[in-house]
């Protein structure tokens, strides 16, 4: 008799989710060991099979496979919305996936289907239907059905999962970290990929120099698929050039697409226009690829890449939201580079706004978070020197917080993180060493 599960409530359901993070002792153990599980892929690869699929099936997602330090999500976003306009007016493609990381509100956010997040009811069925096949298939091979993939492998499993399942034929995927080792890194044969700028991140994982960390971005490469970047710096340049040369890839580099001074990207900024640029060719590629002829020499740009560009909206990323009597300035930057352009454009917009508000003085607070204690201090002082030394900008006011979010009287289950020690997380200790570091 086949029993049918009863379909469990979303927050449960992101509670069994919430169980697959591997914890601040494991995941400390594993930051002392270094670099990268080259053992992931593999893994990665028998789990999509347990769960019905071979990764040739990936291919047919037509993925535009983006990693890079600084805009992934950006690029991400604006490809997305550049493919949505050309569904809405040629029908091509049919139905776009998009997979990025990490969520702003809820975890939903993380996959989406045709520029939506899906349904907390599709997001319940889709997860246990992962999670009953890895139980299932572990019993039936002898396996422990207890081990199951982290929170971000099981994510991106699952993601692959729904958009097989919803018969997605244009996926937009975010590398998670790096790209030679993450677990998105095991498509076949993409539709084309794209590297955004680097920098220096997750050196722990990837390596503290910028040519270490761009051989690790360089692993999405394919033969076969086309690839694309942006200006970088030279060693970094290098490195890129020398894989895919290995690879058999034929790889551009593309410069600010000069139509983009003439489009009102909502931030109107030359890092936001780079990240446009690629987004540009990463499109065009593929709507070529689905017989989609599109023209992006020319200028203006076809209608639907202008209107694609100008929507994009990307949450958390150089935001303005205005109260009645607060304008907040959000943005989630987390190396040192993207703080001083974010500082910077934090100067300059509360400069104006204090312009149009006339003599009044008007109180300037940082709220600032960061998670672990991975370079928070220089993070913190990168804030500080930028806005004080740089830009002549003065906080009466800073505050320290943590990832702990509430929605009404608990703790909402999208925002469990156990990979923070809870100890550390209660005493606030992390929160008094940067109070600290901040009035010195």
Same mark, same amino acid.
């Given at each position: 008799?086949?029993?049918?599960?009863?379909?469990?409530?979303?927050?449960?359901?992101?509670?069994?989710?919430?169980?697959?993070?591997?914890?601040?002792?494991?995941?400390?153990?594993?930051?002392?060991?270094?670099?990268?599980?080259?053992?992931?892929?593999?893994?990665?690869?028998?789990?999509?099979?347990? /769960? =019905?699929?071979?990764?040739?099936?990936? +291919?047919?997602?037509?993925?535009?496979? !983006?990693? #890079?330090?600084?805009?992934? &999500?950006?690029?991400?976003?604006?490809?997305?919305?550049?493919?949505?306009?050309?569904?809405?007016?040629?029908?091509?493609?049919?139905?776009?996936?998009?997979?990025?990381?990490?969520?702003?509100?809820?975890?939903?956010?993380?996959?989406?289907?045709?520029?939506?997040?899906?349904?907390?009811?599709?997001?319940?069925?889709?997860?246990?239907?992962?999670?009953?096949?890895?139980?299932?298939?572990?019993?039936?091979?002898?396996?422990?059905?207890?081990?199951?993939?982290?929170?971000?492998?099981?994510?991106?499993?699952?993601?692959?999962?729904?958009?097989?399942?919803?018969?997605?034929?244009?996926?937009?995927?975010?590398?998670? /970290? =790096?790209?030679?080792?993450?677990?998105? +890194?095991?498509?076949?044969?993409?539709? !084309?990929? #794209?590297?955004?700028?680097? &920098?220096?991140?997750?050196?722990?994982?990837?390596?503290?120099?910028?040519?270490?960390?761009?051989?690790?971005?360089?692993?999405?490469?394919?033969?076969?698929?086309?690839?694309?970047?942006?200006?970088?710096?030279?060693?970094?340049?290098?490195?890129?050039?020398?894989?895919?040369?290995?690879?058999?890839?034929?790889?551009?580099?593309?410069?600010?697409?000069?139509?983009?001074?003439?489009?009102?990207?909502?931030?109107?900024?030359?890092?936001?226009?780079?990240?446009?640029?690629?987004?540009?060719?990463?499109?065009?590629?593929?709507?070529?690829?689905?017989?989609?002829?599109?023209?992006?020499?020319?200028?203006?740009?076809?209608?639907?890449?202008?209107?694609?560009?100008? +929507?994009?909206?990307?949450?958390?990323?150089?935001?303005?939201?205005?109260?009645?009597?607060?304008?907040?300035?959000?943005?989630?930057?987390?190396?040192?580079?993207?703080?001083?352009?974010?500082?910077?454009?934090?100067?300059?917009?509360?400069?104006?706004?204090?312009?149009?508000?006339?003599?009044?003085?008007?109180?300037?607070?940082?709220?600032?978070?960061?998670?672990?204690?991975?370079?928070?201090?220089?993070?913190?002082?990168?804030?500080?020197?930028?806005?004080?030394?740089?830009?002549?900008?003065e906080f009466q006011h800073a505050v320290f917080c943590t990832n702990t979010t509430y929605k009404g009287n608990s703790c909402k289950t999208d925002f469990v993180n156990r990979n923070v020690d809870p100890k550390e997380l209660g005493s606030l200790s992390l929160q008094t060493r940067m109070a600290e570091v901040w009035h010195t």
């Amino acid at each position: 008799m086949t029993v049918v599960r009863e379909v469990p409530k979303y927050h449960d359901t992101v509670e069994k989710l919430n169980s697959t993070q591997s914890g601040f002792k494991a995941l400390r153990e594993k930051r002392l060991g270094g670099r990268l599980d080259k053992a992931t892929l593999e893994d990665v690869r028998q789990w999509l099979h347990r /769960v =019905g699929h071979d990764v040739n099936d990936l +291919n047919r997602l037509n993925v535009v496979h !983006v990693a #890079g330090t600084k805009g992934k &999500g950006s690029t991400c976003a604006f490809v997305n919305s550049i493919l949505q306009r050309y569904q809405q007016s040629v029908g091509i493609p049919r139905k776009i996936g998009l997979y990025t990381s990490p969520h702003l509100v809820t975890v939903r956010e993380r996959i989406q289907v045709n520029s939506e997040p899906i349904s907390e009811e599709m997001f319940a069925q889709y997860f246990f239907e992962v999670w009953d096949a890895l139980e299932s298939s572990a019993i039936k091979e002898g396996l422990d059905p207890a081990r199951k993939p982290t929170y971000f492998r099981f994510l991106t499993l699952m993601a692959f999962h729904i958009f097989i399942r919803e018969g997605i034929d244009a996926a937009v995927i975010e590398v998670g /970290v =790096g790209g030679e080792l993450d677990s998105t +890194n095991i498509i076949p044969l993409p539709a !084309v990929t #794209g590297i955004t700028t680097l &920098g220096i991140d997750h050196v722990r994982a990837l390596g503290g120099t910028i040519d270490k960390i761009a051989w690790h971005k360089a692993g999405i490469f394919k033969a076969g698929s086309p690839a694309f970047t942006v200006p970088q710096a030279p060693e970094a340049m290098e490195v890129l050039r020398s894989r895919a040369e290995e690879k058999g890839v034929k790889l551009d580099t593309l410069a600010i697409h000069p139509a983009l001074f003439d489009i009102r990207l909502r931030v109107a900024e030359d890092f936001q226009r780079k990240n446009a640029s690629l987004a540009i060719a990463l499109a065009a590629s593929l709507l070529n690829r689905l017989g989609v002829s599109v023209d992006i020499d020319s200028e203006p740009l076809p209608r639907e890449f202008i209107e694609g560009l100008e +929507n994009m909206v990307w949450r958390g990323r150089w935001e303005t939201l205005v109260s009645d009597k607060q304008v907040w300035h959000l943005d989630g930057a987390h190396t040192e580079d993207s703080l001083k352009l974010s500082t910077a454009w934090f100067a300059r917009t509360a400069t104006q706004n204090q312009h149009k508000d006339g003599p009044r003085s008007i109180p300037t607070v940082l709220i600032f978070n960061q998670q672990s204690t991975r370079d928070s201090e220089s993070l913190l002082r990168t804030v500080h020197e930028t806005a004080y030394n740089d830009c002549g900008i003065e906080f009466q006011h800073a505050v320290f917080c943590t990832n702990t979010t509430y929605k009404g009287n608990s703790c909402k289950t999208d925002f469990v993180n156990r990979n923070v020690d809870p100890k550390e997380l209660g005493s606030l200790s992390l929160q008094t060493r940067m109070a600290e570091v901040w009035h010195t």
